[in-house]
């Protein structure tokens, strides 16, 4: 890894948010860090504020789409509330759908297949609203390039409400109301909310009409909050009180399906790094293994003994895409041995039988190995279909666009694009890109880049210390949980690996024999002859907290050791 440690703030300003919170260096260092300079904007960040959550109304056309939908609620209108398939797009569709049934019982929902209709508004779902008489499609987490489709929906009689979160292009769809904070001439102040959050705010400006302040419906943050954290949006701003009290509500009393979910999880206080990686991949895995209907099945129900039934299926189908996912990956490892491919400046694999469901997470697992730009292709009809994901500071978009000469389709953005192709095209579409990644890149965005916030002493490391820390959250980007460094480190002498395979780390650390902390290094067990006969190396590290038999201790989970 190359360590990039972070710019240290004046020390002047170091010492005057000191005095005026009353904190050490390194918590006035890392609040610096994150542009956070006085008491008030400190205050704001350690206690977010139901307050901080800017009007809805505020928002481009949020006036038009509350008074469509009021329509429709007066006039008993059946009405299609229509989102993606992943955790972004069935989170906004339970949370709209559930606050629309209490205001009328003519609403449905629709998820559009991952495998027959693909990502987006889709004229098949369209008939489908046609077909069964609703007049109203409230789309969220896509739509905002849909110009097609919506007309097409107009010709048939149905109108369209757009809640987006994407970037739009030169045209936007001709719909009743486009909701989306990145439209150029939105004025809403705040440009990084996640699909469901749009969602949510159009829920509080419908809510607001009938007299329902934000308090009345905080028990919806639940829901964004799992979104905010599986959609990868910074946690800065409007997002990080949007997640702060939706990890509350997650934590105190989840709808019934979040609780089926986490039923087993044994842990007192679930983090946004839990949502992530237990609540967010169930969700998910209904829509890559089998449909995304079951998830707004499950994140809907009321009843908490049937969302227990609905939740053992999710379980299965994330089981199912384990399984997939693990076994794909090593079919892809091997094929990049076989093919001698280990020292290219791209991986490119391919294989038919690949599920496509998996491949995006498949890419992401081969950047582990091998770190550098990634497409896994599979077959999809009569094409070859293709997951694309970066590496830190370079654009696949734009890669990708070099080789359009071979791609029957692609879209995305920097770090991830999806694609298609002709299968006779293959071969000279993978020849094509590694030209262009190797006439491109930069080769020191082949190394993974670690970035540190500060150097640190072992014996400055204590429990108030990590309270502290613990408070920063809910982290994520624009707001990571803080790396530390520190050098002139040495083993106590029983470090050893630990684990299957011996992947990963466990030493005790000590600068001076009376300061000693222990360390695991997940997936850094290739590393121990760094840390033998007592030479001394230097580490970077997050502080954690281990609880084992009712004891806890402070412990450092390790990113990387050198020399």
């Not at 956070?36 to 800017?54: E, M």
């Not at 009345?216 to 990080?240: C, F, M, S, W």
């Not at 990634?374 to 009809?381: A, D, E, Q, R």
């Not at 994901?389 to 694009?417: M, T």
Request: charged letters at 25%; hydrophobic letters at 40%; aromatic letters at 10%.
């Amino acid at each position: 890894m190359r360590w990039i440690l972070k710019p240290k703030p004046e020390p002047s300003k170091v010492e005057a948010l000191q005095k005026a919170l009353q904190v050490d260096a390194i918590v006035a260092t890392l609040l610096l860090q994150r542009g956070i300079d006085t008491y008030d904007a400190a205050k704001a960040f350690f206690r977010p504020s139901l307050d901080d959550l800017h009007d809805p109304f505020l928002m481009k056309d949020m006036d038009k789409a509350v008074a469509r939908i009021e329509t429709a609620l007066l006039q008993n209108e059946n009405i299609l509330v229509y989102g993606d398939y992943d955790v972004d797009g069935t989170t906004s569709v339970a949370l709209v759908s559930s606050y629309l049934k209490t205001r009328t019982g003519n609403i449905a929902t629709y998820i559009p297949d991952r495998y027959d209709e693909g990502y987006g508004i889709s004229y098949k779902g369209i008939d489908f609203a046609h077909d069964n008489d609703f007049s109203l499609i409230i789309a969220l987490d896509c739509g905002i390039k849909a110009i097609d489709k919506v007309t097409y929906a107009k010709e048939k009689g149905i109108d369209f409400i757009i809640c987006d979160h994407h970037r739009p292009g030169d045209e936007l769809p001709d719909a009743e109301a486009v909701l989306d904070p990145k439209r150029q001439d939105c004025d809403y102040p705040f440009k990084e909310l996640c699909g469901c959050g749009v969602g949510f705010k159009l829920v509080t400006a419908l809510g607001s009409k009938v007299g329902l302040a934000i308090e009345d419906l905080v028990d919806y943050l639940d829901l964004v909050a799992t979104a905010i954290g599986a959609d990868i949006v910074p946690i800065v701003g409007e997002n990080r009180a949007l997640a702060y009290f939706g990890l509350q509500v997650i934590n105190s009393h989840p709808r019934s399906g979040m609780k089926a979910i986490i039923a087993g999880v044994k842990k007192e206080q679930l983090t946004i790094t839990d949502v992530v990686f237990i609540i967010a991949p169930r969700i998910n895995a209904a829509g890559r293994m089998k449909h995304g209907n079951h998830a707004v099945t499950l994140l809907t129900e009321t009843d908490f003994n049937l969302a227990a039934e609905y939740a053992v299926d999710i379980d299965q189908f994330n089981s199912d895409r384990r399984e997939a996912d693990k076994q794909i990956t090593e079919e892809a490892l091997i094929q990049i041995i076989d093919h001698n491919e280990q020292d290219r400046f791209t991986t490119v694999v391919y294989d038919e039988n690949w599920h496509k469901g998996v491949i995006g997470i498949v890419a992401s697992r081969l950047t582990e190995t091998y770190y550098r730009p990634t497409l896994v292709f599979t077959k999809s009809g009569d094409r070859l279909a293709a997951s694309a994901r970066s590496v830190k500071g370079f654009d696949v978009y734009n890669a990708l666009e070099a080789c359009s000469e071979y791609i029957e389709q692609f879209g995305g953005h920097k770090y991830a694009a999806g694609l298609t192709l002709l299968p006779e095209n293959y071969e000279a579409f993978k020849a094509k890109f590694e030209s262009v990644v190797k006439a491109t890149i930069d080769p020191k965005l082949l190394t993974p880049e670690l970035k540190v916030d500060m150097q640190i002493d072992l014996n400055q490391i204590d429990h108030k210390l990590f309270r502290i820390l613990r408070q920063f959250g809910p982290f994520g980007p624009g707001n990571m949980t803080p790396v530390f460094m520190t050098q002139h480190v040495k083993d106590t002498g029983w470090g050893k690996c630990v684990g299957e395979d011996d992947k990963h780390l466990r030493f005790t650390a000590t600068q001076s024999f009376a300061d000693q902390l222990v360390c695991i290094g997940f997936g850094l067990g290739d590393k121990i002859n760094l840390i033998k006969n007592q030479r001394p190396f230097e580490m970077a590290y997050t502080i954690d907290e281990n609880h084992w038999n009712g004891t806890v201790s402070l412990q450092l989970k390790l990113k990387d050791i050198k020399a």
